[in-house]
């Protein structure tokens, strides 16, 4: 029913930034929350930021203050503007939807991933 795209993953220098996009398609319902998720080498996958169809917002200690999730419901795309990069956020991010079909029934989405990798 849905189909995740990702890009802007890459290489970057740490402080560096990169900007992340998310690219939905199919049955989106109003009522849904987006966001990113990361896998580091080694490590499991972790919450990185999240966004409601409300306008809410949710981010990993982590990452507050660098990272800033974006959405536009007219296009069904989120972002991710990471800012002063660190090593330690070389992971593969992972764009995850969770839409609300009815009250008891919601359906979870995945992209395929895109590494990104800080240099230091």
């Known amino acids: 029913q849905v189909q995740l795209v990702e890009s802007g993953g890459g290489l970057v220098q740490a402080g560096g930034s990169l900007n992340l996009s998310c690219a939905a398609s199919?049955?989106?319902?109003?009522?849904?929350?987006m966001g990113w998720y990361r896998q580091p080498p080694g490590k499991q996958r972790e919450l990185v930021a999240a966004?409601?169809?409300?306008?809410?917002?949710n981010y990993a200690d982590s990452v507050k203050g660098r990272f800033t999730i974006a959405r536009d419901n007219a296009k069904n795309t989120v972002y991710l503007q990471m800012n002063n990069l660190k090593a330690e956020d070389t992971a593969v991010y992972y764009c995850?939807?969770?839409?609300?079909?009815?009250?008891?029934?919601?359906?979870?989405?995945w992209g395929q991933g895109t590494q990104v990798t800080v240099s230091s």
């Open positions: 966004s409601t169809s409300r306008g809410n917002s």
């Open positions: 199919g049955s989106i319902f109003s009522r849904n929350v």
């Open positions: 995850n939807a969770v839409i609300q079909y009815s009250s008891s029934f919601s359906g979870n989405y």
